[in-house]
């Protein structure tokens, strides 16, 4: 069976296309074909099925300033368990060099189920019954809220590398403690942000989501200060919405 590698525009950017086509050779595999695409936001919708634009707009958002505004290109690769090792050449290529929650180089398909719906779309091939991947955690519609495309422009400079620690939020004139967020895997941006909207009352939109993709990407950040009531409240809030790695800080 034939998988695939995609080298996302930052990988052509940087000139890491030899890195890759070296790690698919130290891994057993053979580059059988290659194509250079230019995803527009249709094809990021098609590929990562699992968003929705009403749930998971800000996620779109970001994944399309990524990956809509340079050119990509596909190694359609084989050789043994061609599936699983293209998996982990992109597990390997993204620790050496990925930059950023919205810069890591490279995909390959993560599940078998959606392995030939990405390969075929993206080599532009016809398939007539393609398998839709599991919808990932929703937020709340924020399109209605604030213009998402002039957030995503506005944060991205801030978001290369480690992302910006915008700083906790102030929940009330108290100082006594202070609200921690870790990484969740369970959890999208979106749905991140969601949480974080309504347990810190007055945030403001690029705010939250430099809390959150810091928090994600860092390893853990401080989202907010104030009394302990306030940071009881707070707390509860993001429990309520299915965050489990936070906690109270002294």
């Given at each position: 069976m034939h998988a695939f590698v995609l080298l996302k525009p930052d990988?052509?950017?940087?000139?890491?296309?030899?890195?890759?086509?070296?790690?698919?050779?130290a891994a057993g595999l053979t580059?059988?074909?290659?194509?250079?695409?230019?995803?527009?936001p249709a094809d990021v919708r098609h590929l990562w099925s699992e968003y929705s634009d009403a749930g998971h707009g800000l996620t779109l958002g970001f994944l399309d300033r990524y990956l809509t505004?340079?050119?990509?290109?596909?190694?359609?690769?084989?050789?043994?368990?061609?599936?699983?090792?293209?998996?982990?050449?992109?597990?390997?290529?993204?620790?050496?060099?990925?930059?950023?929650p919205f810069a890591n180089v490279i995909h390959a398909a993560e599940r078998a189920g959606e392995l030939a719906r990405q390969r075929d779309h993206l080599l532009g091939r016809e398939n007539a019954d393609p398998p839709v991947s599991p919808p990932r955690p929703p937020g709340r519609d924020f399109r209605r809220l604030f213009d998402v495309p002039a957030l995503v422009a506005d944060v991205w400079p801030r978001i290369q590398g480690v992302p910006t620690d915008p700083g906790p939020h102030r929940l009330d004139d108290g100082?006594?403690?202070?609200?921690?967020?870790g990484p969740d895997r369970d959890h999208t941006l979106d749905s991140t942000v969601t949480a974080l909207w309504q347990a810190l009352p007055g945030v403001e939109p690029s705010r939250a989501v430099l809390l959150a993709l810091h928090a994600g990407w860092s390893g853990g950040t401080t989202v907010a200060v104030g009394s302990r009531s306030a940071v009881h409240h707070c707390l509860r809030t993001l429990h309520e919405h299915g965050i489990r790695n936070c906690r109270q800080l002294p």
């Open positions: 990988c052509r950017r940087r000139g890491l296309t030899g890195e890759v086509e070296r790690a698919v050779g580059v059988d074909g290659r194509r250079v695409v230019t995803l527009s505004t340079g050119s990509s290109e596909v190694l359609l690769v084989s050789g043994p368990d061609a599936f699983e090792t293209a998996r982990r050449i992109k597990r390997t290529i993204r620790a050496r060099y990925a930059d950023g100082a006594d403690a202070a609200v921690g967020l």
